[in-house]
């Protein structure tokens, strides 16, 4: 057998913005050229170079290594897939490549572009989130995690505010800026926001962590719990990995947010118990029925968020919390005893009004908020009344 090279062509071309790979895996071109065996022969434009050349035997594991990369990878996808998610995780070895002579170039909308703005968010955390692992390894995490000060009852916090005002228990949300909306707040210190915001009668608080897309930090979330404020604090991330499920509960969360659009049902259900474990609360969102059809037939799960916005379009839409409160799957959260949380979209007393008449217990605000000068009074004037008192 002829032995295994990394071929290059020359010149060298992209077609599109996306970073080149300069050692590309050979079993792109395997895929791309309908299972050619690797042999110099069967790609005349392309040319062997002795730099890059590789032992036969290392490259070849390292070939077989992508190739299985590659198929957990797809494998995944589809599993997710069949579930209806529609938010496929990042390709692991990179965009898939094309060759036509010496020109290499990659297809929009063929698996290696995100296909909306929740999924190029998720594609840049998978980068993201590889990189801290690799800084921080879960061991490492794990032994700071055992010397963590305890966490607080978020669920119970909502609980308690609902009976005590008989409006919803507010979580208000700690955003500087949004995808949607930009910048919702120049002068923005998350300390002083959260301060206010308990003041003026949260119940909970949210805190933003993703830098790129919403000006958020685990800073925030580790300022506000060493302020001295009371409030239990949601990290509101896009989970991905179970490590940053242990990394926001060293950084002080006392809950976390998984995204029923993002994680297949295994996902939920194995993050679930991470949570119990570390005695943090599990907020799992849903959008649409299937989602919360799904997420119906977990076990264990507390708090449904059902959020108004949708994700990959950002349309937004306050009754879409009644359409998913409607008939059996109501009955099945009053029986399961869930707290349903009203998320996003909410400015008037009219809007908290509807979602309650609709069965939420809790809902969750930001831009109505945030925006005010004082977002404390903001409070006031979302429920119409003080609810501080
Ligand atoms: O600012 P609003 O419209 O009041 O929305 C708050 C909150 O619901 C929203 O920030 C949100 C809900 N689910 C999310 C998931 C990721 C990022 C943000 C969100």
Aim: net charge positive.
């Amino acid at each position: 057998m002829e032995g295994l090279v990394s071929l290059k062509a020359t010149p060298r071309i992209s077609f599109q913005s996306v970073p080149s790979f300069n050692h590309r895996p050979n079993f792109f071109i395997r895929r791309s050229t309908m299972n050619l065996p690797l042999r110099r022969s069967n790609f005349p434009g392309l040319r062997a170079q002795q730099s890059e050349t590789i032992s036969p035997k290392r490259g070849e594991e390292e070939d077989a290594l992508k190739v299985k990369e590659w198929e957990v990878g797809m494998f995944q996808n589809e599993v997710a897939a069949s579930q209806g998610i529609r938010i496929r995780r990042r390709p692991p070895t990179g965009p898939p490549l094309h060759y036509v002579g010496p020109f290499e170039f990659r297809l929009q909308n063929e698996g290696n572009t995100p296909r909306n703005i929740l999924e190029e968010i998720i594609w840049h955390k998978d980068v993201e989130v590889s990189q801290m692992k690799e800084k921080k390894p879960l061991a490492s995490l794990k032994k700071f995690v055992e010397n963590a000060a305890p966490t607080r009852d978020f669920v119970g916090a909502l609980k308690a505010a609902h009976s005590r005002t008989g409006l919803p228990g507010l979580i208000a949300e700690v955003k500087k800026a949004s995808p949607s909306r930009g910048i919702l707040r120049e002068d923005f210190d998350p300390v002083e926001i959260a301060r206010a915001y308990e003041k003026g009668g949260a119940a909970c608080l949210s805190v933003l962590t993703d830098e790129k897309y919403f000006k958020g930090s685990f800073k925030n979330l580790e300022a506000i719990r060493s302020a001295g404020v009371k409030c239990p604090l949601l990290c509101k991330e896009f989970v991905i990995d179970a490590w940053q499920i242990y990394y926001a509960r060293i950084k002080g969360a006392d809950a976390i947010l998984l995204i029923a659009a993002v994680l297949p049902d295994l996902d939920i259900r194995y993050m679930v118990k991470i949570c119990k474990m570390l005695g943090l609360a599990a907020l799992v969102e849903v959008h649409d029925e299937r989602e919360m059809d799904r997420v119906l037939g977990i076990k264990g799960i507390e708090l449904i968020g059902i959020n108004n916005r949708n994700l990959e379009t950002f349309e937004v839409d306050i009754s879409n919390t009644k359409k998913l409160l409607e008939g059996e799957r109501g009955q099945m959260i009053r029986q399961k005893d869930i707290i349903v949380v009203g998320e996003s979209a909410l400015f008037t007393p009219d809007d908290v009004a509807y979602v309650q008449e609709a069965g939420v217990k809790a809902v969750l605000v930001g831009e109505s908020l945030v925006k005010q000068s004082d977002p404390g009074k903001g409070i006031t004037g979302l429920f119409g009344k003080d609810i501080s008192l």
